[in-house]
């Protein structure tokens, strides 16, 4: 198994910064591509960004150019910049989990808050 533990949320101004982490602990050597979601009250869980074990990465189009992905093998961070009140909701770390070639899962943290005052 993968456990995720995700930190490094809180209350920042609009404008402001926030870096989240996630580290990976378990069975990590088994650990593919992994993502930020987030899900505001109401609302549905959506894609923030992923990145490959390669270090490919992929963008919402709401955060393009404000968050950056970036991975150190089974650490994922999320830099946020020039935040936004709409990017207040709790953000969820994930890792695409391969134990063998038959199976694979997805695994997630419990989430970290994140509030952006206006």
């Known amino acids: 198994q993968v456990q995720l533990v995700e930190s490094g949320g809180g209350l920042v101004q609009a404008g402001g910064s926030l870096r989240l982490s996630c580290a990976a602990s378990g069975r990590t050597r088994s650990i593919g591509d992994m993502g930020w979601y987030r899900q505001a009250p109401g609302k549905q869980r959506e894609l923030v960004a992923t990145?490959?074990?390669?270090?490919d990465t992929k963008y919402a189009d709401s955060v393009k150019g404000r968050f950056t992905i970036s991975r150190d093998r089974y650490t994922v961070y999320l830099q946020m910049n020039s935040l936004k009140p709409e990017d207040t909701a709790l953000y969820y770390c994930n890792a695409k989990v391969t134990p063998t070639i038959e199976y694979s899962y997805t695994s997630w943290g419990q989430g970290t808050q994140v509030t952006v005052s206006s």
């Open positions: 990145i490959t074990s390669g270090g």
